[in-house]
């Protein structure tokens, strides 16, 4: 199980980016899915989550600016990104679970900054 992130970049405070994870060697519509973020410093924690059944949940400080959404069709799973904060300033990682096991993907870097 492959996963590419991609989407950071650079964005002003109360903008929005869309992060993308792409799969290859599975079909992530049968895996949780989830987006971590790691600030420089802190400990990496989980953001939004998205159950292979459909169930979303999300971290109370990303909670309705934050929209976690797949499309199986392009095996693909999203982290849809609205009133960035500098404090969301991060790099963010998706992972893949399955049973007892997951995989994680390279990170992408997003910086929330004037």
């Known amino acids: 199980v492959q996963l590419q992130a991609s989407g950071g970049g650079l964005v002003q405070p109360g903008g929005s980016l869309r992060l993308s994870c792409a799969a290859s060697?599975?079909?992530?519509?049968?895996?949780?899915m989830a987006w971590y973020r790691q600030a420089p410093g802190k400990q990496r924690e989980l953001v939004a989550s998205?159950?292979?059944?459909?169930?979303?949940s999300y971290a109370d400080s990303v909670k309705g600016r934050f929209t976690i959404s797949r499309d199986n069709a392009k095996n693909t799973v999203y982290l849809r990104m609205n009133s960035l904060k500098p404090e969301d300033t991060a790099v963010y990682y998706c992972?893949?679970?399955?049973?007892?096991?997951?995989?994680w993907g390279q990170g992408t870097l997003v910086t929330v900054s004037s």
């Open positions: 060697g599975t079909r992530l519509s049968t895996k949780n």
């Open positions: 992972r893949a679970a399955w049973g007892t096991t997951g995989s």
């Open positions: 998205l159950a292979a059944g459909g169930a979303t």
